[in-house]
C-alpha cells in the first residue's frame, strides 16, 4: 500500500502565495500519475494538478498560470506551488496517487490540508 502525508496548508490572504506537500511511502513503486484534488464546502471534489511518472504535468483551467505542480523522487514528494492565490481557492486539498499493482489500477489519499484565502 501506499501512504501520503499532506502539509503545508494554512491562511493567506488574497494575491498571496502556498507550498503544499506530499510525501509518499510504503509501495510508491507502483505509483503511476500523482494528483493534488481540492473540495471546497457544498463541492465536488475536482481534479488541480496532475503529475505523471515521465513529469508531464496537467492542470485544471482555473489554475493554469498560477499553480506549479512538481516532483522530488529522491525525497519521494510532490508539491503544489499556488501564487496568486483568491478566495475561490479555499478548500481542502488532498494529494492522490494512481497506482498499479498486479494490474489493477487502485488510488490512495492523503488526509487533505486547509487552504483558506481572506479578501
Known amino acids: 500500500q501506499v501512504q501520503l502525508v499532506e502539509s503545508g496548508g494554512g491562511l493567506v490572504q488574497a494575491g498571496g502565495s502556498l507550498r503544499l506537500s506530499c510525501a509518499a511511502s510504503?509501495?510508491?513503486?507502483?505509483?503511476?500519475?500523482m494528483n493534488w484534488y481540492r473540495q471546497a464546502p457544498g463541492k465536488e471534489r475536482e481534479l488541480v494538478a496532475a503529475?505523471?511518472?515521465?513529469?508531464?504535468?496537467n492542470y485544471a483551467e482555473f489554475v493554469k498560470g498560477r499553480f506549479g505542480i512538481s516532483r522530488d523522487d529522491a525525497k519521494n514528494t510532490v508539491y503544489l506551488q499556488m501564487n496568486n492565490l483568491n478566495p475561490e481557492d479555499t478548500a481542502v486539498y488532498y494529494c492522490?496517487?494512481?497506482?498499479?499493482?498486479?494490474?489493477?489500477?487502485?488510488?490512495?489519499w492523503g488526509q487533505g490540508t486547509q487552504v483558506t484565502v481572506s479578501s
Open positions: 510504503g509501495s510508491i513503486f507502483s505509483i503511476n500519475t
Open positions: 503529475i505523471a511518472d515521465n513529469g508531464r504535468a
Open positions: 492522490n496517487a494512481a497506482a498499479v499493482r498486479f494490474g489493477v489500477k487502485v488510488d490512495y
